[in-house]
Protein backbone atom coordinates (compact mmCIF):
# COMPACT_ATOMS: atom_id res chain seq x y z
CA UNK A 1 0.00 0.00 0.00
CA UNK A 2 1.29 3.23 -0.96
CA UNK A 3 0.97 5.40 2.52
CA UNK A 4 4.41 6.50 2.93
CA UNK A 5 6.19 9.42 2.25
CA UNK A 6 9.15 8.88 -0.06
CA UNK A 7 12.73 10.82 0.57
CA UNK A 8 14.45 11.38 -3.32
CA UNK A 9 18.27 11.24 -2.33
CA UNK A 10 19.47 14.31 -4.40
CA UNK A 11 22.72 12.60 -5.78
CA UNK A 12 22.94 15.51 -7.96
CA UNK A 13 23.14 17.79 -5.00
CA UNK A 14 25.09 15.98 -3.18
CA UNK A 15 27.97 14.70 -6.38
CA UNK A 16 28.24 18.84 -6.54
CA UNK A 17 29.26 19.30 -2.50
CA UNK A 18 31.65 16.72 -2.72
CA UNK A 19 33.07 18.22 -6.36
CA UNK A 20 32.63 21.83 -4.64
CA UNK A 21 35.14 20.08 -1.69
CA UNK A 22 37.81 18.71 -4.31
CA UNK A 23 37.58 22.34 -6.32
CA UNK A 24 38.57 24.42 -2.64
CA UNK A 25 41.38 21.69 -1.89
CA UNK A 26 42.80 22.24 -5.59
CA UNK A 27 42.46 25.79 -5.72
CA UNK A 28 43.99 25.68 -2.34
CA UNK A 29 47.13 24.06 -3.78
CA UNK A 30 47.70 26.02 -6.72
CA UNK A 31 47.50 29.04 -4.82
CA UNK A 32 50.69 27.73 -2.89
CA UNK A 33 52.22 27.53 -6.39
CA UNK A 34 51.73 23.87 -6.70
CA UNK A 35 51.38 22.00 -9.60
CA UNK A 36 47.72 20.26 -10.06
CA UNK A 37 46.20 17.42 -9.92
CA UNK A 38 46.55 14.80 -13.60
CA UNK A 39 44.00 12.58 -14.67
CA UNK A 40 44.78 10.50 -17.79
CA UNK A 41 41.24 8.76 -19.30
CA UNK A 42 42.37 6.18 -21.80
CA UNK A 43 39.51 5.23 -24.35
CA UNK A 44 39.72 3.11 -27.48
CA UNK A 45 37.10 2.12 -29.55
CA UNK A 46 33.56 3.75 -30.63
CA UNK A 47 31.54 2.94 -28.03
CA UNK A 48 29.16 6.31 -27.78
CA UNK A 49 28.05 5.40 -23.92
CA UNK A 50 31.91 5.02 -23.20
CA UNK A 51 32.15 8.29 -25.11
CA UNK A 52 29.53 10.14 -22.76
CA UNK A 53 31.08 9.22 -19.57
CA UNK A 54 34.58 10.40 -20.72
CA UNK A 55 32.93 13.34 -21.80
CA UNK A 56 31.21 14.08 -18.23
CA UNK A 57 34.71 12.79 -16.51
CA UNK A 58 36.47 15.53 -18.46
CA UNK A 59 34.31 18.19 -17.63
CA UNK A 60 33.95 17.13 -14.04
CA UNK A 61 37.84 18.06 -14.15
CA UNK A 62 37.93 21.16 -15.63
CA UNK A 63 35.34 22.30 -12.53
CA UNK A 64 37.16 21.10 -9.77
CA UNK A 65 40.82 22.22 -11.39
CA UNK A 66 42.16 19.05 -11.96
CA UNK A 67 44.44 18.50 -15.52
CA UNK A 68 43.19 15.94 -17.32
CA UNK A 69 44.35 13.87 -20.53
CA UNK A 70 42.62 11.95 -22.95
CA UNK A 71 43.91 9.12 -25.26
CA UNK A 72 41.67 8.37 -27.77
CA UNK A 73 42.79 4.80 -29.29
CA UNK A 74 41.09 3.06 -32.35
CA UNK A 75 38.94 -0.04 -32.09
CA UNK A 76 41.55 -2.06 -33.93
CA UNK A 77 44.09 -1.24 -30.90
CA UNK A 78 45.88 -3.64 -29.65
CA UNK A 79 47.25 -5.03 -25.93
CA UNK A 80 50.77 -4.37 -26.40
CA UNK A 81 49.52 -0.64 -27.60
CA UNK A 82 47.67 0.01 -24.66
CA UNK A 83 50.56 -1.73 -22.30
CA UNK A 84 52.67 1.59 -24.27
CA UNK A 85 50.47 4.33 -23.02
CA UNK A 86 49.80 2.62 -19.74
CA UNK A 87 53.80 2.17 -18.72
CA UNK A 88 54.22 5.95 -20.31
CA UNK A 89 51.32 7.24 -17.51
CA UNK A 90 52.60 5.12 -15.11
CA UNK A 91 56.31 6.76 -15.33
CA UNK A 92 54.99 10.24 -15.79
CA UNK A 93 55.11 11.71 -12.30
CA UNK A 94 52.78 14.80 -13.17
CA UNK A 95 50.20 12.09 -14.13
CA UNK A 96 48.64 10.71 -10.65
CA UNK A 97 45.42 9.21 -11.75
CA UNK A 98 44.66 6.10 -15.00
CA UNK A 99 41.64 5.23 -15.65
CA UNK A 100 40.89 2.80 -19.04
CA UNK A 101 37.52 3.18 -19.91
CA UNK A 102 35.37 0.06 -19.97
CA UNK A 103 34.64 -1.80 -22.26
CA UNK A 104 37.28 -2.53 -24.54
CA UNK A 105 37.07 -3.91 -27.99
CA UNK A 106 36.81 -7.56 -28.42
CA UNK A 107 40.10 -9.73 -28.00
CA UNK A 108 41.50 -7.51 -25.08
CA UNK A 109 42.12 -9.16 -21.97
CA UNK A 110 40.30 -6.55 -19.36
CA UNK A 111 42.18 -8.14 -16.50
CA UNK A 112 45.53 -7.81 -17.98
CA UNK A 113 45.08 -4.06 -18.61
CA UNK A 114 43.96 -3.22 -15.68
CA UNK A 115 46.93 -4.90 -14.37
CA UNK A 116 49.22 -2.76 -15.61
CA UNK A 117 48.13 -0.13 -14.11
CA UNK A 118 50.36 0.69 -11.29
CA UNK A 119 48.21 0.71 -8.12
CA UNK A 120 49.35 4.03 -6.63
CA UNK A 121 47.42 5.37 -10.05
CA UNK A 122 44.64 3.32 -9.74
CA UNK A 123 41.75 5.98 -9.24
CA UNK A 124 39.37 3.45 -10.67
CA UNK A 125 39.89 0.60 -7.65
CA UNK A 126 40.15 -1.88 -9.85
CA UNK A 127 43.70 -3.05 -9.42
CA UNK A 128 43.11 -6.49 -7.40
CA UNK A 129 45.97 -4.98 -5.14
CA UNK A 130 43.32 -2.07 -4.30
CA UNK A 131 40.63 -4.46 -4.18
CA UNK A 132 42.54 -6.49 -1.89
CA UNK A 133 42.99 -3.34 0.52
CA UNK A 134 39.71 -2.67 0.28
CA UNK A 135 38.19 -5.66 1.67
CA UNK A 136 41.18 -6.20 4.16
CA UNK A 137 40.16 -3.23 5.85
CA UNK A 138 42.75 -1.06 4.61
CA UNK A 139 41.75 0.80 1.49
CA UNK A 140 44.18 3.29 -0.30
CA UNK A 141 41.41 4.35 -2.78
CA UNK A 142 37.36 3.33 -2.55
CA UNK A 143 35.50 2.23 -5.82
CA UNK A 144 34.10 4.98 -7.39
CA UNK A 145 30.35 3.53 -7.91
CA UNK A 146 30.36 1.64 -4.52
CA UNK A 147 31.85 4.92 -2.48
CA UNK A 148 29.27 6.94 -4.12
CA UNK A 149 26.17 4.67 -2.52
CA UNK A 150 27.87 4.56 0.77
CA UNK A 151 27.44 8.62 0.83
CA UNK A 152 24.41 8.66 -0.78
CA UNK A 153 23.07 6.44 2.12
CA UNK A 154 25.11 8.39 4.58
CA UNK A 155 23.42 11.77 3.42
CA UNK A 156 19.91 10.75 3.10
CA UNK A 157 20.23 9.68 7.09
CA UNK A 158 20.17 5.41 6.80
CA UNK A 159 21.74 3.73 9.54
CA UNK A 160 23.75 1.06 7.69
CA UNK A 161 25.00 -0.37 11.04
CA UNK A 162 23.05 -3.64 11.62
CA UNK A 163 20.62 -3.16 8.98
CA UNK A 164 19.68 -5.98 6.46
CA UNK A 165 21.54 -5.22 3.30
CA UNK A 166 20.31 -6.67 0.00
CA UNK A 167 22.41 -6.56 -3.01
CA UNK A 168 21.39 -7.67 -6.37
CA UNK A 169 24.13 -8.38 -8.77
CA UNK A 170 27.40 -9.60 -8.27
CA UNK A 171 30.08 -7.69 -10.91
CA UNK A 172 33.61 -6.62 -9.82
CA UNK A 173 32.72 -2.84 -10.66
CA UNK A 174 29.45 -2.60 -8.20
CA UNK A 175 27.81 -5.61 -6.74
CA UNK A 176 30.67 -7.19 -4.95
CA UNK A 177 32.94 -3.99 -3.86
CA UNK A 178 29.61 -2.61 -2.36
CA UNK A 179 28.94 -5.49 -0.59
CA UNK A 180 32.53 -5.67 0.77
CA UNK A 181 31.49 -1.21 1.88
CA UNK A 182 28.45 -1.94 3.91
CA UNK A 183 30.09 -5.24 5.22
CA UNK A 184 32.81 -2.36 6.53
CA UNK A 185 30.00 -0.34 7.61
CA UNK A 186 28.36 -3.12 10.05
CA UNK A 187 25.71 -3.80 7.49
CA UNK A 188 24.53 -7.42 7.64
CA UNK A 189 24.91 -8.10 4.22
CA UNK A 190 23.79 -10.53 1.47
CA UNK A 191 24.43 -10.70 -2.22
CA UNK A 192 21.82 -12.17 -4.61
CA UNK A 193 22.13 -12.62 -8.54
CA UNK A 194 20.99 -14.46 -11.34
CA UNK A 195 21.02 -18.15 -9.78
CA UNK A 196 19.06 -16.70 -6.34
CA UNK A 197 16.25 -18.65 -5.80
CA UNK A 198 12.81 -16.91 -4.70
CA UNK A 199 14.36 -13.46 -5.08
CA UNK A 200 11.62 -11.75 -4.18
CA UNK A 201 11.43 -13.56 -0.59
CA UNK A 202 15.15 -11.84 -0.12
CA UNK A 203 14.89 -8.86 -1.28
CA UNK A 204 11.60 -7.91 0.87
CA UNK A 205 13.45 -8.27 4.08
CA UNK A 206 15.75 -6.07 2.70
CA UNK A 207 16.29 -3.10 5.32
CA UNK A 208 18.90 -1.62 2.39
CA UNK A 209 18.51 -2.81 -1.27
CA UNK A 210 20.56 -2.01 -4.06
CA UNK A 211 19.88 -3.06 -7.15
CA UNK A 212 22.92 -3.56 -9.79
CA UNK A 213 21.70 -5.54 -12.77
CA UNK A 214 21.10 -3.78 -15.29
CA UNK A 215 17.41 -4.54 -16.45
CA UNK A 216 14.94 -1.61 -16.68
CA UNK A 217 12.35 -1.52 -14.18
CA UNK A 218 12.73 -5.13 -13.10
CA UNK A 219 11.79 -4.50 -9.24
CA UNK A 220 8.88 -3.62 -8.85
CA UNK A 221 6.48 -3.05 -5.46
CA UNK A 222 6.71 -6.80 -4.16
CA UNK A 223 10.20 -6.80 -4.16
CA UNK A 224 10.70 -3.74 -1.64
CA UNK A 225 10.03 -3.94 1.74
CA UNK A 226 7.91 -0.96 3.25
CA UNK A 227 10.17 1.74 4.84
CA UNK A 228 13.01 0.65 2.76
CA UNK A 229 15.87 2.24 1.48
CA UNK A 230 16.19 1.79 -2.37
CA UNK A 231 19.64 2.99 -4.40
CA UNK A 232 19.26 2.25 -8.13
CA UNK A 233 22.46 1.99 -9.73
CA UNK A 234 20.68 0.56 -12.97
CA UNK A 235 21.55 2.84 -15.89
CA UNK A 236 18.61 1.25 -18.69
CA UNK A 237 16.62 2.32 -21.28
CA UNK A 238 13.04 1.87 -21.15
CA UNK A 239 10.54 0.89 -24.02
CA UNK A 240 10.64 4.06 -24.99
CA UNK A 241 14.70 4.95 -25.06
CA UNK A 242 14.17 6.87 -21.84
CA UNK A 243 17.41 6.40 -19.54
CA UNK A 244 16.08 4.63 -16.13
CA UNK A 245 16.88 2.51 -13.26
CA UNK A 246 16.32 -0.74 -12.47
CA UNK A 247 13.53 -0.05 -9.90
CA UNK A 248 10.21 1.09 -11.09
CA UNK A 249 10.48 4.20 -9.36
CA UNK A 250 6.90 5.03 -9.34
CA UNK A 251 5.69 1.96 -8.36
CA UNK A 252 7.73 2.00 -5.73
CA UNK A 253 7.37 5.48 -4.71
CA UNK A 254 4.98 5.88 -1.53
CA UNK A 255 6.03 2.57 -0.73
CA UNK A 256 9.99 2.93 0.27
CA UNK A 257 11.95 5.29 2.90
CA UNK A 258 13.68 6.52 0.24
CA UNK A 259 14.85 6.04 -2.77
CA UNK A 260 17.80 7.24 -5.85
CA UNK A 261 16.42 8.26 -8.71
CA UNK A 262 17.83 7.69 -12.40
CA UNK A 263 18.82 9.82 -13.84
CA UNK A 264 19.88 11.94 -10.90
CA UNK A 265 20.94 9.77 -8.37
CA UNK A 266 24.01 7.05 -7.88
CA UNK A 267 25.55 7.77 -11.47
CA UNK A 268 27.06 11.99 -10.62
CA UNK A 269 28.33 10.39 -7.30
CA UNK A 270 30.60 8.26 -9.25
CA UNK A 271 32.33 11.01 -11.27
CA UNK A 272 32.38 12.76 -7.74
CA UNK A 273 34.29 9.91 -5.91
CA UNK A 274 36.65 9.83 -9.07
CA UNK A 275 37.56 13.78 -8.66
CA UNK A 276 37.87 12.75 -5.03
CA UNK A 277 40.64 9.60 -5.59
CA UNK A 278 42.52 11.47 -7.85
CA UNK A 279 42.80 13.84 -5.44
CA UNK A 280 43.99 11.52 -3.35
CA UNK A 281 46.27 10.16 -5.45
CA UNK A 282 47.45 13.70 -6.35
CA UNK A 283 48.24 13.79 -2.06
CA UNK A 284 50.45 10.48 -2.41
CA UNK A 285 52.21 10.59 -5.18
CA UNK A 286 53.39 14.63 -3.36
CA UNK A 287 53.62 13.47 -0.12
P1 LIG B 1 26.90 -6.71 -14.93
O1 LIG B 1 28.38 -6.86 -14.90
O2 LIG B 1 26.16 -7.04 -16.18
O3 LIG B 1 26.30 -7.60 -13.74
C1 LIG B 1 24.93 -7.77 -13.60
C2 LIG B 1 24.67 -8.60 -12.38
O4 LIG B 1 23.27 -8.70 -12.20
C3 LIG B 1 25.23 -10.02 -12.44
O5 LIG B 1 25.83 -10.36 -11.23
C4 LIG B 1 23.98 -10.88 -12.70
O6 LIG B 1 24.03 -12.15 -12.08
C5 LIG B 1 22.90 -10.05 -12.01
N1 LIG B 1 21.59 -10.27 -12.63
C6 LIG B 1 21.25 -10.11 -13.92
N2 LIG B 1 19.95 -10.41 -14.09
C7 LIG B 1 19.47 -10.75 -12.88
C8 LIG B 1 18.18 -11.15 -12.40
N3 LIG B 1 17.14 -11.26 -13.22
N4 LIG B 1 18.06 -11.42 -11.09
C9 LIG B 1 19.10 -11.31 -10.24
N5 LIG B 1 20.33 -10.93 -10.63
C10 LIG B 1 20.51 -10.65 -11.93
O7 LIG B 1 26.45 -5.24 -14.54
P2 LIG B 1 27.17 -4.07 -13.71
O8 LIG B 1 28.37 -3.61 -14.44
O9 LIG B 1 27.28 -4.44 -12.28
O10 LIG B 1 26.05 -2.94 -13.85
C11 LIG B 1 24.75 -3.10 -13.35
C12 LIG B 1 23.94 -1.88 -13.73
O11 LIG B 1 24.52 -0.74 -13.11
C13 LIG B 1 23.93 -1.57 -15.23
O12 LIG B 1 22.68 -1.00 -15.57
C14 LIG B 1 25.01 -0.53 -15.38
O13 LIG B 1 24.81 0.32 -16.49
C15 LIG B 1 24.85 0.24 -14.09
N6 LIG B 1 26.05 0.95 -13.62
C16 LIG B 1 25.88 2.23 -13.23
C17 LIG B 1 26.95 2.95 -12.74
C18 LIG B 1 26.73 4.35 -12.31
O14 LIG B 1 27.69 5.07 -12.11
N7 LIG B 1 25.48 4.76 -12.12
C19 LIG B 1 28.20 2.35 -12.64
C20 LIG B 1 28.35 1.02 -13.02
C21 LIG B 1 27.25 0.31 -13.50
P3 LIG B 1 25.08 -13.29 -12.51
O15 LIG B 1 26.39 -12.88 -11.89
O16 LIG B 1 24.52 -14.52 -11.90
O17 LIG B 1 25.12 -13.30 -14.00
Known sequence: MKDRSTLIIDGKALA???????????????????RRPKLCVIIAGDNQASKVYVRNKRKACEDC??????????????REELFSVIDKMNSDCEV????????????????????????????????????????????VFLPCTPAGIIELLKFAGVEISGAKCVVVGRSNIVGKPVAALLLSENGTVTVAHSRTKD??????????????????????AEYVKPGAAVIDVGMDRD????????????????????ITPVPGGVGPMTVAMLMKNT?????????
Do not use: M
Request: aromatic share 6%; with cysteine.
Open 239 to 258: EEGKLCGDVDFDGVFGICGA
Open 96 to 139: DGILVQLPLPGGIDEKEIILRISPDKDVDCFHPVNVGRVYTGDP
Open 16 to 34: AKIRGEVASECAALSGEGR
Open 65 to 78: GIDSVTVELGADVT
Open 279 to 287: LKAYKLHEG
Open 199 to 220: LKSVTSEADILIAAIGKAKFFT
